[in-house]
């Protein structure tokens, strides 16, 4: 019997619609190919959605969400929307719906193909075989912890609080597990229980939940140390899993191991199969309407789409296989390209990728 999934796609600004369009074309020959069907609702995010809706976040777009099985999006914002109140920027919409549909599992690949060793500013035998997977928690933690600011005697004070619960950790630590299982069965967590109560909460609940997941094998890492053996040895590492400010910080560390940011994908994940996904990648408008942007980070989004929401491993290894093999056979575009002069446009790189799957 054919499944049926129900996409929220939302394109977004600036590059977002170009790469958004591959995406969907990829999904389209996935129907083909196995025994599903995608059903395709469009809304509206970000600066096109303020310019549209009058409000970066519409009803209309969380319903659609809410509604369907996972959501796709390309990316928000750009220089016309950067001067306005915050609850007037893109950004406003993008943090709104993570936080309205309980995204607090963000998962950040970073892979070093073998062809694309080059592109890496650290040296090769460093790089060369580096996969690993950093899993952020996104809706807790010192991002959205209380804020004061005050004047005292002896000048202006501010704080920002710092706060977890147990739920909150074992939540997301169960979900590394689990995501770990699929992988090398290797975890690291990471926090900075020397210094910080938070931390040692997180460390607590670890050790309680790890006696589930007896084949994976579990190391605690404080995150100062963390940063230094990602860059000194990044193989050592398979998933990892951290609060929010430290997720942040040492995902964007992890993908500038492996170079550009036109190929990184991401997830976001809610309780469930529910999940958000989209590049890594910003609205890039320096290349916005040019056919230039590199459509890979959003392709490999949808992928993990089909892996973490919808079960169909089979098809997203199709289209990361597919990918490793149009690198592979030299096929490039702009932000990658050795020889910007050879390098192709975003929908042609789009249909190697569709040819080879
Ligand atoms: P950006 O990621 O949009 O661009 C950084 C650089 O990478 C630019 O030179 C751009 O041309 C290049 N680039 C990005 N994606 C590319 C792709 N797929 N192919 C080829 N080249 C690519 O980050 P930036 O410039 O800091 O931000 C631009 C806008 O995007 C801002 O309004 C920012 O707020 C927004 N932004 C949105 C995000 C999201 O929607 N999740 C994430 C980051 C930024
Ligand atoms: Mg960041």
Redesign the pocket.
């Known amino acids: 019997m054919s499944q049926t999934f129900t996409i929220t796609v939302l394109p ?5 619609p170009e ?1 958004i369009e591959q995406a969907v074309n990829v999904l389209r020959v996935i129907e083909e190919l196995e025994d599903v069907s995608f059903t395709l609702e469009y809304a509206r995010l ?1 600066g096109c959605a303020i310019d549209e809706d009058g409000t970066p976040l519409p009803q209309d777009t969380l319903d659609k969400a809410r509604r369907s099985d996972a959501v796709l ?7 016309k ?2 001067n306005n109140p915050a609850h007037l920027r ?2 406003t919409g ?1 943090l709104g719906i993570r936080k309205e549909l309980g995204l607090y599992a963000n998962l950040r690949p970073a892979f070093m193909l073998d062809c694309m060793v080059g592109v890496s500013a650290l040296k090769e035998e460093v790089v060369k075989g580096v996969d690993l997977m950093v899993i952020r928690e996104l809706t807790g933690g010192l991002y959205f912890g209380e804020k004061k600011r005050y004047e005292t005697e002896n000048g202006e004070v501010a704080s920002d609080e710092l706060i977890y619960h147990e739920y909150e950790i074992e939540r997301i630590v169960r979900r590394a597990f689990e995501v770990a299982r699929l992988r090398s069965k290797k975890l690291t967590s990471v926090d900075k229980a020397n210094v910080l109560e938070s931390s040692r909460l997180w460390r607590k609940v670890v050790e309680r939940v790890a006696p589930d997941y007896p084949d994976v094998e579990l190391r605690h890492q404080l995150v100062d140390s963390c940063a230094m053996e990602l860059i000194r040895w990044p193989k050592q590492f398979d998933t990892i899993v951290t609060e929010n400010m430290f997720g942040d910080i040492l995902s964007d560390e992890a993908s500038m191991l492996t170079g ?3 190929m990184l994908p991401s997830a976001s994940l809610a309780d469930g199969n529910f999940g958000l996904y ?10 916005a309407g040019k056919g ?7 392709i490999l989004s949808a992928a993990m789409m089909l892996k973490y929401s919808f079960g169909l491993e089979k098809a997203a290894n199709a289209i990361e296989q597919a990918v490793h093999t149009v690198l592979n056979s030299g096929v490039r ?3 990658i390209a050795d020889n910007k002069d050879e390098a192709v446009g975003t929908k042609e790189m789009a249909d190697k990728i569709i040819a080879a799957i």
């Open positions: 977004g600004d600036g590059i977002g790469v970000g999006l390309g990316a928000v914002g750009g220089p929307w950067d893109p950004e993008l550009s940011i036109g989209e590049p890594v990648h910003g609205s890039a408008p320096d290349i230039i942007a590199n459509p890979t980070a959003t575009t702009g932000d």
